[in-house]
């Protein structure tokens, strides 16, 4: 028979508890500020009686990624080496553990894995890690329903390294894609692919992607990123590029290399061509970036719109 513990051990469990986190607000740190949002994106919402109820990535995702921002400063401007570390070996059991779970309940990763363009794994210079990614995305399906374009079947897929238009197609394409959703309501218990989730001042606040309220009333019929409706999703995704890059976007440093083209060199009209050749290449980056005719054709099937 379990042995209860005495008032005095619980009291000392509750002191020892309790010391992570100041008795003040006003004295919590930075990093006491980063794990208490890590906390309450981990449990979503407060413990209670009632059951709790599943919140959509939108609510806790966010709270999530604030610890993540955290840690990620440290690393970078503190040259933190604790943090470089703690992050290291959290990644480490977060994938080691998703590894196992995967392989134990597949059927329940399924309907997620689907939707994504990318999965957490591991990596190495060994065969035995490729063959193992590449098993386990075939037993998850993975991108079996992307909304995106992907190298399943043989396909060609897009790259975001070598081409900056077509990185920012895939920013816009999520941001307009969070918002398309949400004014359709069709966010609630399906799950989104992990590029969804703008970073934005307000997440809920259409208006500061720079959309007008035309815009905003087109998102309630846009359907899904197709070779079709990519010029569609151009229309809202323009004005959302010029609220983010500015109306002299073409002086941005990621267009450096329009100015030094021969094409545009020594032409009194470079900076209109510039800006309009932008403007076409980010166009065409978002057929690219759309999916097969029938990966949308599986998306809508899944009642998805």
């Known amino acids: 028979m379990k042995k209860s513990l005495s008032k005095k051990q619980l009291d000392e469990i509750r002191k020892s508890r309790a010391s992570y986190f100041p008795d003040r607000p006003e004295e919590m740190n930075e990093e006491d500020r980063a794990l208490e949002m890590l906390l309450i994106g981990l449990r979503i919402i407060r413990r209670g009686k009632e059951n709790s109820v599943p919140m959509p990535l939108m609510l806790y995702g966010p709270a999530m990624k604030f610890y993540f921002k955290w840690i990620a400063n440290e690393i970078s ?111 609630s218990d399906d799950p989104a692919c992990s590029l969804v989730m703008p970073d934005l001042p307000n997440i809920h606040d259409v208006r500061k992607l720079g959309l007008t309220d035309e815009h905003i009333k087109k998102l309630k019929s846009l359907q899904p990123l197709s070779r079709q409706n990519f010029s569609e999703w151009w229309k809202l995704g323009e004005p959302a590029f010029i609220h983010r890059y500015g109306h002299d ?56 719109k």
């Open 249 to 304: 976007f073409e002086n941005h440093k990621e267009f450096s290399g329009y100015w030094k083209s021969a094409a545009f060199k020594n032409d009194p009209k470079a900076r209109a061509k510039i800006r309009s050749a932008i403007k076409k290449q980010i166009k065409q980056a978002f057929r690219s970036i759309a999916p097969k005719s029938s990966a949308v054709e599986k998306i809508r099937s899944l009642g998805l």
């Open 77 to 187: 401007k503190k040259e933190n080496q604790d943090a470089a570390e703690r992050l290291y070996h959290l990644a480490l059991l977060s994938v080691n553990n998703l590894f196992e779970v995967c392989h134990a309940k597949p059927e329940i990763f399924r309907p997620i894995a689907r939707h994504q363009v990318y999965w957490p794994s591991m990596t190495g210079w060994g065969a035995d890690v490729e063959r193992m990614n590449r098993a386990l995305m075939k037993m998850l399906n993975l991108s079996d329903a992307a909304p995106l374009n992907t190298a399943r079947d043989g396909r060609k897929s897009f790259s975001i390294l070598e081409s900056p238009e077509t990185r920012i197609a895939c920013n816009l394409w999520g941001a307009v894609e969070f918002f398309r959703r949400e004014e359709q309501g069709i966010y």
